[in-house]
């Protein structure tokens, strides 16, 4: 009934994302395809779809999941509202969360929270934290 859903986005989808942006893009996804699954950009590109595509509510009860993994990513990708600067920005800010996490073994949920407590005490914007509605 369902196409092939993971729980998460595999690795598998990343050639299908070439064609969907600019020039930056393509030549960053041809770049990783190349690149064993294990590899820090394999898994940060995988992380940056996982945050885009919303792959953490993602059930097999949902919309999301009757599209399958390859059609739901390549949506989401395609639909980054930002540039392909903005979006390989993402990337690059997933490979130093996977790089750090990789080399200190320390949880990225523990990254985050201090990272949200030092916004929050100088109030500047990190890639964990929302947009105020004054940057709107």
Aim: glycine content about 6%; aromatic content about 6%.
């Amino acid at each position: 009934m369902y196409p092939e859903s993971e729980i998460l986005f595999p690795p598998r989808c990343i050639p299908l994302l070439a064609e969907i942006r600019g020039k930056a893009w393509k030549a960053l996804v041809r770049r990783v395809v190349r690149m064993p699954e294990d590899h820090p950009d394999t898994l940060a590109l995988s992380l940056t779809v996982i945050r885009l595509a919303g792959c953490l509510t993602c059930d097999m009860d949902s919309y999301r999941a009757s599209l399958g993994c390859a059609t739901c990513s390549q949506r989401a990708v395609a639909g980054f509202k930002g540039t392909d600067e903005q979006l390989i920005r993402r990337f690059e800010e997933a490979r130093a969360e996977v790089e750090a996490y990789l080399n200190q073994g320390t949880p990225l949920s523990s990254k985050r929270k201090a990272s949200k407590a030092k916004t929050k005490s100088s109030g500047r914007a990190t890639a964990f934290s929302k947009p105020s509605r004054a940057s709107k």
